[in-house]
C-alpha cells in the first residue's frame, strides 16, 4: 500500500488554502494528508485531534481516490468534530426506512444520496430559460420537511409531447456530486462541480427516451450554452417535456 503522505494520485480539483498569510495549493492526495497532518501550522493544530477520522481515510486513500474525494469533501473544508465525521459515515451506510419504499427502494436497502458515486442521472430539471420560463423536466417526488412530508411534483407520462425525443435519463460525469441528476448546461468555469451528461462511451453517452429506446450521442450534441441562446433551440426542446425550448425566441 503506498504510503498516504508521499501518495501522487492527483486531486480532481486544486485546492487554495490561505494559511498564516500564505497560499498553499493541494492538488494530490500526499498533499492533503501532509496538511491535515501537518504540526508547523498553528491554525490547524488547534483543531487536529478532531481528524483522527479524516486521517485515516486519507491514509486509505492513497490507494482509492473515491475514498479521498468523499473524506476530503467533507472533513477538510471545513473543521468537525468526531461526532460529525461519524455521523457522516454512519449516513453513509444508512438503511432505507418504511418511506423509501415510496420512491422504489426495498425496505433496508441501501440509499442513493447526493454525495455517492452513482452511473446513470435523470433529467428532473429540464432546459429552462429566462425569468418566468423555468425547465420542464421530469420533475420529482419529495420527502422532505421536520416533520418530513410527501410532496409529489414528478410530471406524468401524458405530459410528454413528443416521447421518441424527451431526454429521461443518461450516463453521467459520475463525481459524487449529485451523480442521479442530469442537467443540460456545462459546469461554471473554476467549479468542480458537473452535472452535465458524461463521456464514458467513447466521448459521449447512452441516452434513455421516454418512448424506451436507446441512443448514444456526443455530450456537446445536448449539451447547451448558459445562458440559453436561439441556436440550441432543437436541443433546448429534447429536456422539456412539451418539446419547447427555454424560452420563446424570435
Not at 488547534?46 to 469533501?73: C, F, P, T, V, W
Not at 462541480?193 to 466521448?203: K, M, P, Q, S
Not at 426542446?237 to 424570435?250: A, G, H, I
Request: aromatic share 10%; net charge neutral.
Amino acid at each position: 500500500m503506498i504510503e498516504a503522505s508521499r501518495s501522487e494520485t492527483p486531486l480532481r480539483t486544486t485546492f487554495s488554502i490561505k494559511l498564516n498569510g500564505k497560499t498553499v495549493a493541494i492538488a494530490t492526495v500526499g498533499q492533503a494528508y501532509q496538511f491535515l497532518t501537518s504540526l508547523n501550522s498553528v491554525e490547524w493544530m488547534e483543531h487536529r485531534s478532531q481528524h483522527d477520522a479524516a486521517i485515516e481515510a486519507l491514509k486509505g486513500a492513497a490507494d482509492n481516490d473515491k475514498l479521498y474525494g468523499n473524506a476530503m469533501r467533507y472533513a477538510a473544508m471545513r473543521v468537525r468534530s468526531r461526532w460529525e465525521i461519524e455521523q457522516y459515515l454512519a449516513r453513509k451506510k444508512c438503511p432505507a426506512p418504511l418511506s423509501a419504499t415510496w420512491f422504489g427502494y426495498e425496505l433496508g436497502e441501501r440509499l442513493l444520496l447526493s454525495d455517492m458515486y452513482f452511473s446513470y442521472g435523470v433529467n428532473g430539471a429540464g432546459c429552462g430559460g429566462r425569468p418566468g420560463f423555468p425547465g420542464r423536466g421530469m420533475g420529482g417526488d419529495t420527502y422532505l420537511g421536520s416533520p418530513p412530508s410527501f410532496k409529489a411534483g414528478s410530471r406524468r407520462m401524458t405530459m410528454v409531447k413528443r416521447a421518441s425525443e424527451f431526454i429521461m435519463i443518461a450516463d453521467t460525469v459520475a463525481d459524487a456530486y449529485g451523480d442521479f441528476r442530469i442537467i443540460p448546461t456545462p459546469r461554471l468555469p473554476g467549479s468542480a462541480v458537473d452535472d452535465g451528461l458524461g463521456t464514458i462511451h467513447r466521448g459521449g453517452c447512452n441516452v434513455l427516451f421516454a418512448d424506451g429506446h436507446v441512443q448514444w450521442y456526443l455530450r456537446s450534441d445536448l449539451m447547451v450554452a448558459a445562458p440559453p441562446i436561439p441556436d440550441d433551440a432543437w436541443k433546448q426542446r429534447m429536456w422539456n417535456v412539451d418539446y419547447e425550448p427555454s424560452q420563446p425566441w424570435p
